[in-house]
């Protein structure tokens, strides 16, 4: 019988860039399609890094290799006076799939987040095709909300506008 790997989870640091980077890139690609500018990223993680009241990054570590990632996001809530934690960036290594990783991540958020009196819940969103994640986010005692998500993105004319 084969025993399941040693998993860390740790908060993540400056060191942990490239991988919050590479997987990120990858998220978007597996997920949505989406090629996303390494430059670009780059600087998102390090103003994430250099912002710790808007978001924090979390790694598992496998044998001390990055194997996934997380980032939390605050979001107030007034009508509950209290904050927030939303999970994003997701990724866990394909090879490494199905073997806690995510579980992992998700308990240890969740141990920090029921210590923290402030927070009230923690939410993700998850893309409608991407019924593998919501399984397992069922999996680990999330709900499907009440929500839809709607946005107005203007990320693109911001990119156009700085190449000018």
């Given at each position: 019988?084969?025993?399941?790997?040693?998993?860390?989870?740790?908060?993540?640091?400056?060191?942990?860039?490239?991988?919050?980077?590479?997987?990120?890139?990858?998220?978007?690609?597996?997920s949505e399609e989406k090629v996303?500018?390494?430059?670009?990223?780059?600087?998102?993680?390090?103003?994430?890094?250099?912002?710790?009241?808007?978001?924090?990054?979390?790694?598992a570590e496998i044998d001390g290799?990055?194997?996934?990632?997380?980032?939390?996001?605050?979001?107030?809530?007034?009508?509950?006076?209290?904050?927030?934690?939303?999970?994003?960036?997701?990724?866990?290594?394909?090879?490494?799939?199905?073997?806690?990783?995510?579980?992992?991540?998700?308990?240890?958020?969740?141990?920090?987040?029921?210590?923290?009196?402030?927070?009230?819940?923690?939410?993700l969103y998850v893309h409608h095709?991407?019924?593998?994640?919501?399984?397992?986010?069922?999996?680990?005692?999330?709900?499907?909300?009440?929500?839809?998500?709607?946005?107005?993105?203007?990320?693109?004319?911001?990119?156009?506008?700085?190449?000018?």
């Amino acid at each position: 019988m084969e025993s399941q790997p040693r998993i860390v989870v740790r908060d993540a640091d400056l060191r942990d860039t490239a991988d919050i980077v590479e997987f990120n890139r990858r998220l978007a690609l597996e997920s949505e399609e989406k090629v996303l500018d390494a430059a670009i990223v780059t600087a998102g993680v390090r103003r994430g890094f250099s912002h710790p009241e808007l978001c924090r990054y979390f790694v598992a570590e496998i044998d001390g290799k990055v194997v996934g990632t997380t980032m939390v996001t605050l979001e107030l809530t007034d009508w509950r006076d209290g904050v927030l934690w939303w999970l994003q960036s997701v990724y866990v290594e394909p090879d490494f799939r199905r073997a806690g990783v995510f579980r992992a991540l998700y308990r240890h958020i969740a141990e920090r987040a029921r210590h923290d009196q402030d927070v009230r819940g923690l939410r993700l969103y998850v893309h409608h095709t991407n019924q593998r994640a919501m399984r397992t986010y069922e999996a680990m005692g999330m709900a499907k909300a009440d929500y839809e998500f709607y946005e107005h993105d203007w990320s693109d004319a911001v990119r156009r506008r700085n190449e000018d």
